[in-house]
């Protein structure tokens, strides 16, 4: 069975920084992409962060690049997350999700529960 | 960045009725076109692929259909659990992927 499963997630103030991680199990995780989704409280789904893999191609949705950088350890089937300099509008649950590719572009065929990340002084 | 708008913002339906759900792209996605289905305090489920190819367990009154600007999501008779909100996702020029701002299908 799939299982993704998010943590790091938080209260955390403005301009501070966070590491979100996600832990696979049940697939083979480095045949698969591995992204990131995030979904402000109330609002829609937004794509964040993408990475192929064998971490060689990565991609970032224009709202975060610079600040966010994704990241994965094959051998501990683990994606990463780190997000510096926080804004309020980045308040969100942050899922992660296997895409169904090795690379480039994909689908997400399995999400994890998602993780609460709150920005508030 | 191509843009997705989804419409109606939201649909009220009956049980039993037929829903369609549009996802126009500001510019073409061939097929690279995906669903997916959100309920309250879930994560999304992949619905539809490639703009017509159902995902593993998904039934069969779901069908995609589309490519290059225009897609539609059909639900042939809607059953009670189907009332959610509903994204369409591309992913033809990557990156990014963008998602439609959703369309919520609501009972009447």
């Known amino acids: 069975e799939v299982q993704l499963v998010e943590s790091g997630g938080g209260l955390v103030q403005p301009g501070r920084s966070l590491r979100l991680s996600c832990a696979a199990s049940?697939?083979?995780?480095?045949?698969?992409?591995m992204d990131w989704v995030r979904q402000p409280p109330g609002k829609g789904l937004e794509w964040v962060a993408g990475?192929?893999?064998?971490?060689?191609?990565?991609g970032y949705a224009a709202s975060v690049k610079g600040r966010f950088t994704i990241s994965r350890d094959n051998a501990q089937n683990s994606l990463y997350l780190q997000i510096n300099s926080l804004r309020p509008n980045d308040t969100a649950v942050y899922y992660c999700?296997?895409?169904?590719?090795?690379?480039?572009?994909?689908?997400?065929?399995?999400w994890g529960q998602g993780t609460l990340v709150t920005v508030s002084s | 960045e191509i843009v997705l708008t989804q419409s109606p913002a939201t649909l009220s339906l009956s049980p039993g009725e037929r829903a369609t759900l549009s996802c126009r792209a500001s510019?073409?996605?061939?097929?690279?076109l995906a669903w997916y289905q959100q309920k309250p305090g879930q994560a999304p489920r992949l619905l539809i692929y490639d703009a017509s190819h159902r995902a593993t367990g998904i039934p069969a009154r779901f069908s995609g259909s589309g490519s290059g600007t225009d897609f539609t999501l059909t639900i042939s008779s809607l059953e009670p659990e189907d009332f959610a909100v509903y994204y369409c996702?591309?992913?033809?020029?990557?990156?990014?992927?963008?998602f439609g701002q959703g369309t919520k299908l609501e009972i009447k």
């Open positions: 510019q073409s996605v061939a097929s690279y």
């Open positions: 996702q591309q992913r033809s020029n990557w990156p990014p992927s963008t």
């Open positions: 999700a296997k895409g169904t590719r090795g690379s480039g572009s994909s689908n997400f065929d399995y």
């Open positions: 990475i192929s893999w064998n971490s060689g191609m990565v």
């Open positions: 049940g697939f083979t995780f480095d045949d698969f992409n």
